[in-house]
């Protein structure tokens, strides 16, 4: 997961997915250093490879133990793959965990421009799950 290259440390992202039936909660957890490419190819990655159910009520994608290295604008790109993907996030309920008040910008902007999915930033995981749950 890390890398050394001479003096500067280097860490790379790691991205999981879990479904939880019962819930019928997508969890999409990151770890380590994250940004706007890590997002979007992770999310076509689970695409392709069929991991995002249709029985989803919603999405809880968690950064509390990753470092968002994205400028704002991001949001927008987000949005964008979302809309482009219609029938994998259209009617869904996206929480975004998020553990510093720097990292809290990107769900902000992205609750603004949703439209057809809802996206809200959270912090902690059981009013992210209460939330999809409703």
Not at 29 to 49: F, M, S
Not at 82 to 92: A, L, P, T, V
Request: some cysteine; overall charge neutral.
């Amino acid at each position: 997961m890390q890398e050394s290259v001479g003096k500067i440390m280097k860490i790379n992202h790691k991205c999981t997915f879990h479904f939880d039936e019962e819930k019928g909660i997508l969890f999409k957890n990151y770890t380590g250093r994250v940004t706007l490419d890590n997002v979007i190819n992770t999310w076509k990655n689970a695409i392709e490879k069929d991991k995002v159910s249709h029985d989803t009520k919603g999405i809880v994608v968690n950064f509390l133990k990753a470092k968002i290295d994205m400028e704002p604008v991001a949001a927008e790109e987000i949005v964008a793959f979302y809309r482009s993907n219609m029938e994998i996030f259209g009617g869904k309920k996206i929480a975004i965990l998020t553990g510093t008040p720097r990292d809290i910008i990107i769900p902000v902007l992205m609750h603004e421009q949703s439209r057809g999915f809802e996206v809200r930033p959270f912090s902690t995981l059981d009013a992210a799950c209460d939330w999809i749950s409703e």
